[in-house]
T-cell receptor, first 112, second 109 residues
């Protein structure tokens, strides 16, 4: 069976510090991978998606970036965090595009 | 961007009551998914509907896809406290899914 992991679970970082969130998927090959941000327990905002190694598409221009160094690894980064980067970050995978997605447990990021 | 509007935004009911939440759009979707999310956790996929007019049942939950594939509803019969959570609908758009803002459901004993 497939599983998806995210770490860390929670993170408190000062403004201007760097960020690295990691997501890994097990039990499947060549998944589509996604990063979402969710504010205040409401809707999900798609940040990045990837259909293959090194292939990253950005949905929202901002100070975040994503990378996919391996087939089942997806990383969300920032060089300098802003207060507005606080939120709940979710990684997801799917077999097919625009279809069923399976989410990780999320990372709660607080920028102080 | 294909927008999905969910209603109501918040719903507070007592155990045993029935409820329906809605997901509407002006766009046609090839498929539509429903997820449930509990606080501090990732959304969990409940169901996918594909065919216009399709009805799927998952225990006390009934999901319906509109004939024109623009809207969907989720009906819960005899709600239980364990049904509490954020219910999200999502429709396929390009390479990703568009999510509605969700219906936050609270079921009290």
């Amino acid at each position: 069976s497939q599983t998806i992991h995210q770490w860390p679970a929670t993170l408190v970082q000062p403004v201007g510090s760097p960020l690295s969130l990691e997501c890994t998927v097990e039990g499947t090959s060549n998944p589509n991978l996604y990063w979402y941000r969710q504010a205040a327990g409401r809707g999900l905002q798609l940040l990045f998606y990837s259909v293959g190694i090194g292939q990253i598409s950005s949905e929202v221009p901002q100070n975040l970036s994503a990378s996919r160094p391996q087939d089942r690894q997806f990383i969300l980064s920032s060089k300098k965090l802003l207060l507005s980067d606080s939120g709940f970050y979710l990684c997801a995978w799917s077999v097919a595009t625009a279809y069923e997605q399976y989410f990780g447990p999320g990372t709660r990021l607080t920028v102080t | 961007t294909q927008l999905l509007e969910q209603s109501p935004q918040f719903l507070s009911i007592q155990e045993g009551e029935n409820l329906t939440v809605y997901c509407n759009s002006s766009s046609v979707f090839s498929s539509l998914q429903w997820y449930r999310q509990e606080p501090g956790e990732g959304p969990v996929l409940l169901v996918t509907v594909v065919t216009g007019g399709e009805v799927k049942k998952l225990k006390r939950l009934t999901f319906q896809f509109g004939d024109a594939r623009k809207d969907s509803s989720l009906h819960i019969t005899a709600a239980q406290p364990g049904d509490t959570g954020l219910y999200l609908c999502a429709g396929g758009a390009g390479y990703a899914l568009n999510f509605g803002k969700g219906t936050s459901l609270l079921v009290t004993p």
